[in-house]
Protein backbone atom coordinates (compact mmCIF):
# COMPACT_ATOMS: atom_id res chain seq x y z
CA UNK A 1 0.00 0.00 0.00
CA UNK A 2 1.33 3.39 -0.65
CA UNK A 3 2.64 5.22 1.44
CA UNK A 4 0.01 8.48 1.10
CA UNK A 5 -2.65 5.91 1.92
CA UNK A 6 -1.56 4.54 4.31
CA UNK A 7 -0.77 8.09 6.27
CA UNK A 8 -4.60 9.23 4.93
CA UNK A 9 -6.07 6.07 6.30
CA UNK A 10 -4.27 6.45 9.48
CA UNK A 11 -4.62 10.10 10.22
CA UNK A 12 -9.43 9.08 9.01
CA UNK A 13 -9.22 6.73 11.47
CA UNK A 14 -7.97 9.33 14.22
CA UNK A 15 -9.96 11.94 13.18
CA UNK A 16 -13.03 9.47 12.96
CA UNK A 17 -12.78 8.30 16.40
CA UNK A 18 -12.48 11.68 17.85
CA UNK A 19 -15.58 12.72 15.74
CA UNK A 20 -17.89 10.02 16.63
CA UNK A 21 -16.58 9.79 20.45
CA UNK A 22 -17.55 13.11 20.40
CA UNK A 23 -21.28 12.39 18.76
CA UNK A 24 -21.90 10.04 21.21
CA UNK A 25 -20.76 12.03 24.42
CA UNK A 26 -22.57 15.30 22.71
CA UNK A 27 -26.15 12.96 22.15
CA UNK A 28 -25.53 10.52 25.58
CA UNK A 29 -25.42 14.00 27.43
CA UNK A 30 -27.84 15.72 25.61
CA UNK A 31 -30.50 12.82 26.21
CA UNK A 32 -29.87 12.94 29.54
CA UNK A 33 -30.03 16.38 30.54
CA UNK A 34 -33.23 16.99 28.84
CA UNK A 35 -34.95 13.48 30.59
CA UNK A 36 -33.73 14.78 34.31
CA UNK A 37 -35.05 18.15 33.04
CA UNK A 38 -38.21 16.92 32.45
CA UNK A 39 -37.99 14.12 35.49
CA UNK A 40 -37.60 16.70 37.94
CA UNK A 41 -40.38 19.19 36.15
CA UNK A 42 -42.64 15.77 36.74
CA UNK A 43 -41.31 15.34 40.12
CA UNK A 44 -42.46 19.10 41.15
CA UNK A 45 -45.83 18.18 40.21
CA UNK A 46 -46.38 14.83 42.56
CA UNK A 47 -46.05 17.84 45.41
CA UNK A 48 -49.59 19.07 43.93
CA UNK A 49 -50.83 15.39 43.87
CA UNK A 50 -49.60 15.22 46.98
CA UNK A 51 -51.29 18.19 48.70
CA UNK A 52 -54.59 17.62 46.68
CA UNK A 53 -57.69 18.30 48.12
CA UNK A 54 -61.12 18.34 46.33
CA UNK A 55 -60.76 19.46 43.02
CA UNK A 56 -57.43 18.53 40.78
CA UNK A 57 -54.97 21.46 39.96
CA UNK A 58 -55.76 22.03 36.63
CA UNK A 59 -52.15 21.21 35.63
CA UNK A 60 -52.08 17.89 37.04
CA UNK A 61 -55.18 16.90 34.35
CA UNK A 62 -52.25 16.72 31.43
CA UNK A 63 -51.03 13.76 33.43
CA UNK A 64 -51.78 10.19 34.45
CA UNK A 65 -52.30 9.99 37.63
CA UNK A 66 -52.39 6.70 39.43
CA UNK A 67 -52.45 7.36 43.65
CA UNK A 68 -52.09 4.05 45.70
CA UNK A 69 -52.57 1.79 43.07
CA UNK A 70 -55.77 3.35 41.38
CA UNK A 71 -55.71 5.57 38.99
CA UNK A 72 -57.12 8.78 39.20
CA UNK A 73 -56.36 10.52 35.89
CA UNK A 74 -55.19 8.27 32.43
CA UNK A 75 -55.50 11.37 29.34
CA UNK A 76 -53.59 8.87 27.37
CA UNK A 77 -55.18 5.40 28.11
CA UNK A 78 -51.89 4.20 29.12
CA UNK A 79 -52.93 2.38 32.61
CA UNK A 80 -53.45 -1.11 32.07
CA UNK A 81 -50.06 -0.66 29.70
CA UNK A 82 -47.75 1.08 32.25
CA UNK A 83 -45.36 -1.92 33.54
CA UNK A 84 -42.46 0.53 35.37
CA UNK A 85 -42.72 2.64 38.41
CA UNK A 86 -39.62 4.90 37.05
CA UNK A 87 -38.02 5.78 33.91
CA UNK A 88 -39.34 5.74 29.91
CA UNK A 89 -41.98 3.18 28.82
CA UNK A 90 -42.92 2.56 25.30
CA UNK A 91 -46.11 2.19 24.63
CA UNK A 92 -47.27 1.87 20.73
CA UNK A 93 -45.67 4.80 19.11
CA UNK A 94 -45.91 7.03 22.48
CA UNK A 95 -43.19 7.47 24.66
CA UNK A 96 -44.20 8.24 28.33
CA UNK A 97 -41.63 9.09 31.45
CA UNK A 98 -43.28 7.55 34.67
CA UNK A 99 -42.26 9.14 38.22
CA UNK A 100 -42.90 7.62 41.66
CA UNK A 101 -42.75 9.52 44.71
CA UNK A 102 -43.55 7.45 48.02
CA UNK A 103 -43.89 10.12 51.51
CA UNK A 104 -45.37 8.31 54.49
CA UNK A 105 -47.79 5.39 53.57
CA UNK A 106 -48.41 7.42 50.06
CA UNK A 107 -47.54 6.73 46.89
CA UNK A 108 -48.15 8.80 43.97
CA UNK A 109 -46.83 7.81 40.63
CA UNK A 110 -47.57 10.23 37.37
CA UNK A 111 -46.74 10.04 33.47
CA UNK A 112 -46.20 12.29 30.83
CA UNK A 113 -46.06 12.19 27.35
CA UNK A 114 -43.00 13.09 25.92
CA UNK A 115 -42.84 11.78 22.87
CA UNK A 116 -42.56 15.10 21.21
CA UNK A 117 -38.70 15.30 23.30
CA UNK A 118 -37.63 11.78 22.15
CA UNK A 119 -38.55 12.40 18.59
CA UNK A 120 -36.75 15.72 18.74
CA UNK A 121 -33.85 14.59 20.84
CA UNK A 122 -33.58 11.64 18.14
CA UNK A 123 -33.79 13.95 15.15
CA UNK A 124 -31.04 16.08 16.83
CA UNK A 125 -28.79 12.86 17.01
CA UNK A 126 -29.27 11.77 13.59
CA UNK A 127 -28.05 15.57 12.09
CA UNK A 128 -25.51 15.49 14.59
CA UNK A 129 -24.62 11.85 13.27
CA UNK A 130 -25.03 12.71 9.35
CA UNK A 131 -22.82 16.16 10.33
CA UNK A 132 -20.23 13.74 12.03
CA UNK A 133 -19.95 11.22 8.81
CA UNK A 134 -19.37 14.36 6.43
CA UNK A 135 -16.84 15.88 8.52
CA UNK A 136 -15.23 12.11 8.79
CA UNK A 137 -15.46 12.11 4.81
CA UNK A 138 -13.89 15.95 4.33
CA UNK A 139 -10.83 14.47 7.11
CA UNK A 140 -10.26 11.94 4.21
CA UNK A 141 -10.14 14.51 1.95
CA UNK A 142 -8.08 16.79 3.31
CA UNK A 143 -5.62 14.26 5.00
CA UNK A 144 -4.96 12.58 1.45
CA UNK A 145 -4.23 16.68 0.29
CA UNK A 146 -2.29 16.86 3.01
CA UNK A 147 -0.58 13.60 2.83
CA UNK A 148 0.16 13.95 -0.92
CA UNK A 149 1.62 17.68 -0.54
CA UNK A 150 4.10 16.47 2.09
CA UNK A 151 5.09 13.15 0.55
CA UNK A 152 5.74 15.26 -2.64
CA UNK A 153 9.28 16.29 -2.00
CA UNK A 154 10.13 12.06 -1.16
CA UNK A 155 8.44 11.48 -4.29
CA UNK A 156 10.53 13.95 -6.20
CA UNK A 157 13.92 12.87 -4.66
CA UNK A 158 12.69 9.42 -5.75
CA UNK A 159 12.21 9.94 -8.90
CA UNK A 160 15.80 12.18 -8.95
CA UNK A 161 17.77 9.34 -8.15
CA UNK A 162 15.81 6.72 -10.42
CA UNK A 163 17.59 8.58 -12.66
CA UNK A 164 21.18 8.32 -11.16
CA UNK A 165 23.52 5.56 -12.62
CA UNK A 166 27.02 4.62 -13.40
CA UNK A 167 27.07 7.17 -16.00
CA UNK A 168 26.11 10.13 -14.75
CA UNK A 169 27.51 9.36 -11.01
CA UNK A 170 28.50 12.94 -10.81
CA UNK A 171 24.35 14.30 -10.46
CA UNK A 172 23.37 15.51 -7.21
CA UNK A 173 19.89 15.82 -6.01
CA UNK A 174 18.35 19.18 -5.22
CA UNK A 175 18.16 19.80 -1.30
CA UNK A 176 14.74 21.18 -0.77
CA UNK A 177 15.29 24.50 1.56
CA UNK A 178 12.70 23.05 4.11
CA UNK A 179 14.93 23.16 7.12
CA UNK A 180 13.35 19.40 8.52
CA UNK A 181 14.52 15.97 7.95
CA UNK A 182 13.70 15.76 4.13
CA UNK A 183 16.63 18.27 3.84
CA UNK A 184 18.82 16.39 5.99
CA UNK A 185 18.02 12.79 3.99
CA UNK A 186 18.70 14.37 0.79
CA UNK A 187 21.74 15.81 2.14
CA UNK A 188 23.16 12.66 3.39
CA UNK A 189 22.00 11.04 0.02
CA UNK A 190 24.15 13.34 -1.57
CA UNK A 191 26.90 12.85 0.54
CA UNK A 192 26.79 9.24 -0.13
CA UNK A 193 26.54 9.51 -4.10
CA UNK A 194 29.73 11.30 -3.40
CA UNK A 195 31.70 8.97 -1.82
CA UNK A 196 30.05 6.03 -4.35
CA UNK A 197 30.89 8.31 -7.47
CA UNK A 198 34.83 8.39 -5.32
CA UNK A 199 34.87 4.36 -4.93
CA UNK A 200 33.60 3.70 -8.28
CA UNK A 201 36.04 6.39 -9.87
CA UNK A 202 39.27 4.28 -7.80
CA UNK A 203 37.69 1.22 -9.37
CA UNK A 204 37.05 1.99 -12.83
CA UNK A 205 40.92 3.68 -12.40
CA UNK A 206 42.25 0.29 -10.72
CA UNK A 207 40.48 -1.87 -13.95
CA UNK A 208 42.00 0.63 -16.11
CA UNK A 209 45.48 0.14 -14.38
CA UNK A 210 45.46 -3.72 -14.02
CA UNK A 211 44.37 -4.10 -17.74
CA UNK A 212 46.89 -1.62 -18.76
CA UNK A 213 49.79 -3.49 -16.53
CA UNK A 214 48.98 -6.80 -18.02
CA UNK A 215 49.35 -6.03 -21.58
CA UNK A 216 53.06 -5.24 -21.60
CA UNK A 217 54.38 -8.68 -20.04
CA UNK A 218 51.36 -10.43 -21.91
CA UNK A 219 52.46 -8.55 -25.19
CA UNK A 220 56.41 -9.16 -24.22
CA UNK A 221 55.03 -13.15 -23.55
CA UNK A 222 53.63 -13.47 -26.86
CA UNK A 223 56.74 -12.27 -28.71
CA UNK A 224 58.78 -14.58 -26.93
CA UNK A 225 56.77 -17.65 -27.47
CA UNK A 226 57.16 -16.59 -31.33
CA UNK A 227 60.83 -16.46 -30.82
CA UNK A 228 60.54 -19.84 -29.75
CA UNK A 229 58.64 -20.92 -32.15
CA UNK A 230 60.72 -19.69 -34.76
CA UNK A 231 64.40 -20.37 -33.41
CA UNK A 232 63.47 -22.31 -30.41
CA UNK A 233 64.24 -26.23 -31.72
CA UNK A 234 67.31 -24.91 -34.07
CA UNK A 235 69.20 -22.57 -31.47
CA UNK A 236 69.73 -23.76 -27.80
CA UNK A 237 70.99 -20.76 -26.37
CA UNK A 238 68.06 -18.63 -27.86
CA UNK A 239 65.64 -21.20 -26.51
CA UNK A 240 66.87 -20.87 -23.10
CA UNK A 241 66.99 -17.20 -23.23
CA UNK A 242 63.35 -16.98 -23.93
CA UNK A 243 62.19 -19.75 -21.62
CA UNK A 244 63.90 -17.85 -19.07
CA UNK A 245 62.82 -14.72 -20.04
CA UNK A 246 59.39 -16.32 -19.81
CA UNK A 247 59.54 -17.19 -17.00
CA UNK A 248 60.72 -14.02 -14.79
CA UNK A 249 57.57 -12.43 -16.70
CA UNK A 250 55.32 -14.95 -15.06
CA UNK A 251 56.85 -14.64 -11.69
CA UNK A 252 56.39 -11.18 -12.14
CA UNK A 253 52.80 -11.29 -12.90
CA UNK A 254 52.34 -13.94 -10.33
CA UNK A 255 53.40 -11.07 -7.80
CA UNK A 256 51.19 -8.95 -9.63
CA UNK A 257 48.16 -10.95 -9.19
CA UNK A 258 48.91 -11.95 -5.95
CA UNK A 259 49.31 -8.39 -4.94
CA UNK A 260 46.13 -7.58 -6.69
CA UNK A 261 44.34 -9.89 -4.69
CA UNK A 262 45.38 -8.81 -1.26
CA UNK A 263 43.96 -5.13 -2.72
CA UNK A 264 41.11 -6.91 -3.69
CA UNK A 265 40.19 -9.31 -0.37
CA UNK A 266 42.56 -8.47 2.74
CA UNK A 267 42.78 -11.79 5.08
CA UNK A 268 41.22 -12.28 7.75
CA UNK A 269 43.08 -10.62 10.86
CA UNK A 270 44.33 -13.46 13.14
CA UNK A 271 46.41 -11.60 16.16
CA UNK A 272 49.17 -13.72 17.58
CA UNK A 273 53.03 -12.43 19.17
CA UNK A 274 55.46 -11.53 16.39
CA UNK A 275 59.52 -11.94 16.95
CA UNK A 276 60.33 -8.65 14.57
CA UNK A 277 63.57 -9.44 14.40
CA UNK A 278 63.41 -13.02 13.54
CA UNK A 279 60.47 -12.14 10.93
CA UNK A 280 62.99 -9.65 9.59
CA UNK A 281 66.11 -11.91 9.02
CA UNK A 282 63.81 -14.62 7.78
CA UNK A 283 62.89 -12.29 5.12
CA UNK A 284 66.69 -10.86 4.65
CA UNK A 285 68.08 -14.28 3.88
CA UNK A 286 65.74 -14.85 1.38
CA UNK A 287 66.24 -10.96 -0.73
CA UNK A 288 69.96 -11.84 -0.11
CA UNK A 289 70.00 -14.97 -2.29
CA UNK A 290 68.85 -12.19 -4.97
CA UNK A 291 71.35 -9.43 -4.48
CA UNK A 292 73.83 -9.32 -1.98
CA UNK A 293 73.90 -6.28 0.28
CA UNK A 294 75.41 -5.11 3.59
CA UNK A 295 73.08 -5.56 6.29
CA UNK A 296 72.83 -4.86 9.92
CA UNK A 297 69.63 -5.40 12.47
CA UNK A 298 69.12 -3.52 15.18
CA UNK A 299 66.86 -4.06 17.98
CA UNK A 300 64.40 -6.52 18.71
CA UNK A 301 60.53 -6.45 19.93
CA UNK A 302 57.54 -9.11 20.59
CA UNK A 303 54.61 -7.58 18.60
CA UNK A 304 50.86 -8.71 19.55
CA UNK A 305 49.54 -7.93 15.93
CA UNK A 306 48.52 -10.01 12.93
CA UNK A 307 51.54 -12.03 11.94
CA UNK A 308 50.04 -12.39 7.81
CA UNK A 309 49.52 -8.74 7.62
CA UNK A 310 52.58 -7.46 9.01
CA UNK A 311 54.70 -10.25 7.39
CA UNK A 312 53.26 -8.28 3.82
CA UNK A 313 54.21 -4.60 5.09
CA UNK A 314 58.25 -5.60 6.38
CA UNK A 315 58.56 -7.97 2.93
CA UNK A 316 57.25 -4.99 0.90
CA UNK A 317 59.58 -2.55 2.61
CA UNK A 318 62.85 -4.74 2.51
CA UNK A 319 61.95 -5.68 -1.25
CA UNK A 320 61.73 -1.88 -1.83
CA UNK A 321 65.00 -1.41 -0.06
CA UNK A 322 66.60 -4.30 -1.78
CA UNK A 323 65.73 -3.18 -4.81
CA UNK A 324 66.60 0.58 -4.54
CA UNK A 325 69.75 0.41 -1.68
CA UNK A 326 73.18 1.18 -3.26
CA UNK A 327 74.92 -1.17 -0.89
CA UNK A 328 73.62 -1.30 2.54
CA UNK A 329 69.87 -1.84 4.26
CA UNK A 330 69.93 -1.41 8.22
CA UNK A 331 66.78 -1.66 9.97
CA UNK A 332 66.17 -0.64 13.16
CA UNK A 333 63.87 -2.40 15.79
CA UNK A 334 62.46 -0.60 18.83
CA UNK A 335 59.51 -1.03 21.53
CA UNK A 336 57.18 1.44 19.07
CA UNK A 337 58.77 1.21 15.73
CA UNK A 338 59.71 -0.75 12.80
CA UNK A 339 62.66 1.39 10.41
CA UNK A 340 64.31 0.75 7.13
CA UNK A 341 66.53 2.67 5.46
CA UNK A 342 68.68 2.07 2.68
CA UNK A 343 71.53 4.32 0.69
CA UNK A 344 69.58 4.39 -2.61
CA UNK A 345 68.52 7.25 -4.74
CA UNK A 346 66.41 8.50 -2.17
CA UNK A 347 62.94 9.78 -3.32
CA UNK A 348 62.28 13.35 -4.62
CA UNK A 349 59.54 15.66 -2.91
CA UNK A 350 57.39 15.47 -6.02
CA UNK A 351 56.96 11.74 -6.11
CA UNK A 352 56.62 11.79 -2.10
CA UNK A 353 53.18 11.98 -2.09
CA UNK A 354 52.37 9.95 -4.84
CA UNK A 355 54.62 6.52 -4.14
CA UNK A 356 51.63 5.79 -1.59
CA UNK A 357 48.79 5.47 -4.38
CA UNK A 358 48.17 2.23 -6.90
CA UNK A 359 50.48 1.75 -9.74
CA UNK A 360 52.54 4.77 -9.12
CA UNK A 361 55.93 4.15 -9.88
CA UNK A 362 58.91 7.42 -8.89
CA UNK A 363 61.57 8.57 -10.78
CA UNK A 364 63.54 6.14 -9.12
CA UNK A 365 62.11 3.24 -10.72
CA UNK A 366 61.70 4.30 -14.50
CA UNK A 367 65.16 5.63 -14.27
CA UNK A 368 66.51 2.49 -13.36
CA UNK A 369 64.63 -0.25 -14.71
CA UNK A 370 63.45 -1.67 -11.34
CA UNK A 371 61.15 -4.50 -11.80
CA UNK A 372 57.91 -4.00 -9.90
CA UNK A 373 54.27 -2.43 -10.43
CA UNK A 374 53.70 0.58 -8.07
CA UNK A 375 51.57 -1.93 -5.58
CA UNK A 376 54.23 -2.34 -2.75
CA UNK A 377 53.09 0.80 -0.86
CA UNK A 378 49.80 0.81 -1.40
CA UNK A 379 49.42 -2.30 0.03
CA UNK A 380 51.95 -1.33 2.98
CA UNK A 381 49.79 1.63 3.55
CA UNK A 382 46.30 -0.46 3.57
CA UNK A 383 47.66 -2.38 5.97
CA UNK A 384 49.20 -0.58 8.15
CA UNK A 385 45.86 1.37 8.53
CA UNK A 386 43.75 -1.51 9.07
CA UNK A 387 46.44 -2.89 12.07
CA UNK A 388 46.27 0.71 13.62
CA UNK A 389 49.77 1.71 13.12
CA UNK A 390 51.56 5.01 11.29
CA UNK A 391 53.98 4.94 9.06
CA UNK A 392 56.51 7.66 8.20
CA UNK A 393 59.11 8.02 5.40
CA UNK A 394 62.21 10.12 5.09
CA UNK A 395 63.79 10.65 2.07
CA UNK A 396 67.24 12.65 0.67
CA UNK A 397 67.59 12.62 -2.70
CA UNK A 398 71.01 11.00 -3.56
CA UNK A 399 71.15 9.82 0.10
CA UNK A 400 68.97 6.95 0.87
CA UNK A 401 65.44 6.69 2.35
CA UNK A 402 63.67 5.46 5.50
CA UNK A 403 60.35 3.48 5.89
CA UNK A 404 59.51 3.89 9.49
CA UNK A 405 56.07 1.86 11.07
CA UNK A 406 55.21 3.11 14.18
CA UNK A 407 52.56 0.90 16.26
CA UNK A 408 53.00 2.67 19.47
CA UNK A 409 53.47 1.13 23.00
CA UNK A 410 50.96 -0.71 23.65
CA UNK A 411 51.49 -3.30 21.00
P1 LIG B 1 57.36 -0.41 -6.96
O1 LIG B 1 58.52 -0.46 -6.05
O2 LIG B 1 56.89 -1.72 -7.42
O3 LIG B 1 57.51 0.57 -8.06
P2 LIG B 1 56.02 0.63 -4.64
O4 LIG B 1 54.58 0.95 -4.41
O5 LIG B 1 56.66 -0.30 -3.69
O6 LIG B 1 56.11 0.15 -6.11
O7 LIG B 1 56.77 2.01 -4.64
C1 LIG B 1 56.28 3.10 -5.34
C2 LIG B 1 57.41 4.01 -5.77
O8 LIG B 1 58.03 4.57 -4.61
C3 LIG B 1 58.49 3.27 -6.48
O9 LIG B 1 58.23 3.21 -7.87
C4 LIG B 1 59.73 4.14 -6.20
O10 LIG B 1 59.81 5.22 -7.10
C5 LIG B 1 59.45 4.71 -4.84
N1 LIG B 1 60.18 3.98 -3.78
C6 LIG B 1 59.66 3.05 -2.94
N2 LIG B 1 60.61 2.62 -2.07
C7 LIG B 1 61.73 3.29 -2.36
C8 LIG B 1 63.05 3.32 -1.82
N3 LIG B 1 63.39 2.54 -0.81
N4 LIG B 1 63.96 4.15 -2.38
C9 LIG B 1 63.61 4.94 -3.40
N5 LIG B 1 62.38 4.99 -3.98
C10 LIG B 1 61.45 4.18 -3.45
Redesign the pocket.
Known sequence: MKLVWKLTLFNTFIVSITILSLFWIFYKSMERGLLKAQQYHLKSFTKAAEAKVGRWPIALRRFFVKINGVIINDPFGIGPYLDKEEGIVKIGDEYFLVVTSRKENKEISLAANITPLVKGINAMAKAAFITSILGIILSFLIAFLLSRYSLRPIKNLAEELSKIGGENLNTRLNVPRTNDELQQLATEINSMLERIEKAYKIQERFVHDVSHELRNPLASMKGFIGVLKKWGKKDEKIFDEAVSELEELIHEMQTLVENLLLLAKPQEMLLETVEVKKLVEELIKRLQTQRKLEVSIEGDHELRTSGEHFKIIVK??L???F???KSHVDVKITKTSLE?T?D????SKE?MD???ERF???????DRR???????????KELTEKLGMDIEVE?EEGK??T?RIIWGENA
Open positions: NLENAKYAVDGPGIDKIFYRGDTSRVSGYGLGLSIVSGTF
